[in-house]
C-alpha cells in the first residue's frame, strides 16, 4: 500500500501521454468535518493528533481504534488520509455536477476502514464519502469490489439501506482477510453487537444464522461473491458478467463506484488469484459499457510493478484507449523506475539490454526472480462451485423491490470550505500547494463590459 506504487502508475500514465486525453486535478484536502460525515468526530480527531512520536502515550486509543500492526501509525498519516479522502470526494462531486462521465482516484479504495476504527491499512474509508456525496443527486448507488479482499467496510456502512448495493468479488476461506463476504457466512460476534447497539434489538433479527445479505431496508442489497484460489480470467469474468448484468438490470443504478484493487492479479505478494491484467481490465471495460456516471479508484495489490500496468491499462480502457502491448510492454515501466531512482537511461545502456534484465537492475531483484510472476497455482473453483454461488446470487435479486424509490428531501450541501481572510494571512508562514490552489483566481472569473456582474470595468 505504500505510495511508491502511485508514482510508478502516475510515471507509466505519463509515458503512454494517456494524461493529455483527460483533464487532471489536484484534490483539496479533505476536512476533519468532511471525514466525519462517515467516521465518529473522535475517531477522526484521534487521527488528526496521534504521531509516531506521541503514539505510546496513547497505548489504550490505539488498542480501541485498532491502530498498530495492519494499521501503523507513520508521519503525516493525517494528511495522508485527508488527500486520499479529498479524490474521491472530489471526483464524486465533478460527477453530480455532470462535470465530467468519469472520475478516477488511483489514490482511493481503501475499503476495510469502518466508522470507530482502523483495518487492514485503512483508516478513512474514502469510498463510503464518496459514495454518500452520490448519493445527494442520485437515489441509487452501485459498488462493485474486485479487490481479492472482501470489501466490509463498505458493505458494513450500507447495510441496513436499499439506497446502496455492493458486490463484493473476493477470496473467502482459510482464515484469509477479513474472514467476512460469504453468501450464506454467519455474522460474526462482533458484528451482532455492533448492529445490536446501533438498532432496537427488536427490529430486526441478528441471532447467529442470519444472512450476511444485508438487513431491515437493506436486506438483498449486499451481495458477495465468495472465491476460492486460483481463479483465472475466463471463470471470473464470466461470472462477473453474468452477475452484474443482472444486478444493473434489476436495481437499475444511478451510479456506479468501482474499486480496482490489484491484488487479484496474479502474482501478487498477498494474492490468491490467476487473475491477468486483461482479465482484471476486462471487468472496468465491460462496467464502462452501461455509460452510468462511474468513479473508479484503486485498492489493494502489492506486487507494484503490476500494480502500475494494471491502473495503466484500465486507465487506456476508460479513455477508450488501447495501448501498444500494454500487457507485455516492461520498457516504459523500466524507464519510470529508472527516472523515480535518480537513474540515467545511458548508464545501463538501455537500448542495449532487455527490459526484463533491466529492470532486475533497477529494482535489485535475484535472477531467479521474475520481475512480472505469472506463476499460476490450481483453480479451486469448479464449475460446479461457481455455478452454486451464481445461482444464490441470481436468487436473492429475485427478492429485491426492482429500482427502490426514494422520497423526496432537501439535498445537503456539496461541500464545507473553511472561510479564511487574506489580511489575517502571516506572509511570513509558508503556505501548502493545496492552500495556494484555493486562492487562485481563475483567469474567466472577471469580465468587461455586460459580462460583468458587478457592473464595474476591469483594467
Known amino acids: 500500500m505504500k505510495p511508491h506504487r502511485l508514482c510508478m502508475t502516475h510515471h507509466l500514465v505519463l509515458s503512454y501521454d494517456l494524461h493529455k486525453k483527460m483533464e487532471i486535478y489536484r484534490p483539496h484536502k479533505a476536512y476533519p468535518v468532511e471525514l466525519a460525515q462517515f467516521h465518529s468526530a473522535d475517531y477522526v480527531e484521534f487521527l488528526h493528533?496521534?504521531?509516531?512520536?506521541?503514539?505510546?502515550?496513547?497505548?489504550?486509543?490505539?488498542?480501541?481504534?485498532?491502530?498498530?500492526?495492519d494499521c501503523p501509525v507513520f508521519e503525516n498519516l493525517f494528511e495522508f488520509c485527508?488527500?486520499?479522502?479529498?479524490?474521491?470526494?472530489?471526483?464524486?462531486?465533478?460527477?453530480?455536477?455532470?462535470?465530467?462521465?468519469?472520475?478516477?482516484?488511483?489514490?482511493?479504495?481503501?475499503?476495510?476502514?469502518?466508522?470507530c476504527e482502523a483495518s487492514g491499512f485503512c483508516y478513512i474509508n474514502d469510498l463510503v464519502l464518496g459514495i454518500l456525496e452520490l448519493l445527494k443527486y442520485h437515489a441509487r448507488v452501485l459498488y462493485i469490489d474486485i479487490d481479492v479482499h472482501h470489501g466490509d467496510g463498505v458493505e458494513e456502512a450500507f447495510y441496513?439501506?436499499?439506497?446502496?448495493?455492493?458486490?463484493?468479488?473476493?477470496?473467502?476461506?482459510?482464515?484469509?482477510?477479513?474472514?467476512?463476504?460469504?453468501?450464506k457466512v454467519l455474522i460474526n460476534v462482533f458484528l451482532c453487537f455492533l448492529y445490536l447497539y446501533l438498532l432496537d434489538a427488536n427490529t430486526t433479527d441478528l441471532s447467529p444464522g442470519a444472512l450476511e445479505i444485508g438487513e431491515r431496508e437493506g436486506k438483498f442489497y449486499a451481495i458477495n461473491v465468495p472465491l476460492k484460489d486460483g481463479i483465472d480470467d475466463t471463470s471470473f469474468t464470466r461470472l462477473f458478467k453474468t452477475i452484474i448484468s443482472k444486478v444493473v438490470e434489476t436495481y437499475a443504478p444511478g451510479a456506479i463506484v468501482l474499486q480496482c484493487g490489484a491484488d487479484s492479479l496474479a502474482g501478487d505478494r498477498l494474492g490468491c488469484f490467476n487473475l491477468s491484467i486483461d482479465g482484471h481490465a476486462e471487468c472496468v471495460r465491460f462496467v464502462k459499457k452501461f455509460n452510468l456516471p462511474l468513479l473508479v479508484t484503486g485498492g489493494g495489490g502489492y506486487t507494484k510493478e503490476n500494480v502500475a500496468r494494471c491502473w495503466t491499462v484500465e486507465t487506456g480502457i476508460l479513455l477508450d484507449?488501447?495501448?501498444?502491448?500494454?500487457?507485455?510492454?516492461?520498457?516504459?515501466?523500466?524507464?519510470?523506475?529508472?527516472?523515480?531512482?535518480?537513474?540515467?537511461c545511458e548508464?545501463?545502456?538501455?537500448?542495449?539490454?532487455?527490459?526484463?534484465?533491466?529492470l532486475r537492475m533497477v529494482c535489485n531483484l535475484p535472477?531467479?526472480?521474475?520481475?512480472?510472476?505469472?506463476?499460476?497455482q490450481e483453480n479451486l473453483n469448479s464449475k460446479s462451485y461457481l455455478s452454486t454461488i451464481k445461482m444464490q446470487v441470481l436468487e436473492n435479486l429475485r427478492s429485491i423491490q426492482h429500482a427502490p424509490s426514494?422520497?423526496?428531501?432537501?439535498?445537503?450541501?456539496?461541500?464545507?470550505?473553511?472561510?479564511?481572510?487574506?489580511?489575517?494571512?502571516?506572509?511570513?508562514?509558508r503556505m501548502d500547494q493545496h492552500t495556494q490552489d484555493k486562492q487562485i483566481q481563475r483567469d474567466d472569473e472577471f469580465y468587461e463590459g455586460d459580462n460583468d456582474n458587478d457592473h464595474m470595468d476591469v483594467g
Open 49 to 69: 493528533r496521534i504521531t509516531p512520536d506521541t503514539q505510546h502515550l496513547f497505548r489504550q486509543e490505539l488498542t480501541k481504534y485498532n491502530l498498530g500492526e
Open 82 to 115: 485527508q488527500i486520499y479522502a479529498g479524490g474521491t470526494i472530489d471526483a464524486a462531486r465533478r460527477l453530480n455536477n455532470q462535470l465530467c462521465d468519469i472520475a478516477i482516484n488511483w489514490a482511493g479504495g481503501l475499503h476495510h476502514a469502518k466508522k
Open 160 to 183: 441496513f439501506t436499499d439506497r446502496v448495493m455492493t458486490v463484493s468479488f473476493h477470496k473467502f476461506g482459510d482464515l484469509f482477510f477479513p474472514g467476512t463476504g460469504d453468501v
Open 321 to 344: 484507449t488501447e495501448l501498444p502491448n500494454a500487457r507485455l510492454d516492461t520498457f516504459k515501466l523500466s524507464l519510470a523506475r529508472a527516472n523515480q531512482h535518480g537513474l540515467s
Open 347 to 358: 548508464i545501463y545502456g538501455l537500448y542495449d539490454i532487455d527490459p526484463t534484465t533491466f
Open 367 to 376: 535472477d531467479d526472480v521474475l520481475p512480472f510472476s505469472l506463476i499460476e
Open 406 to 429: 426514494v422520497q423526496m428531501q432537501e439535498v445537503p450541501p456539496d461541500f464545507y470550505i473553511p472561510e479564511f481572510d487574506e489580511d489575517e494571512q502571516n506572509p511570513d508562514e
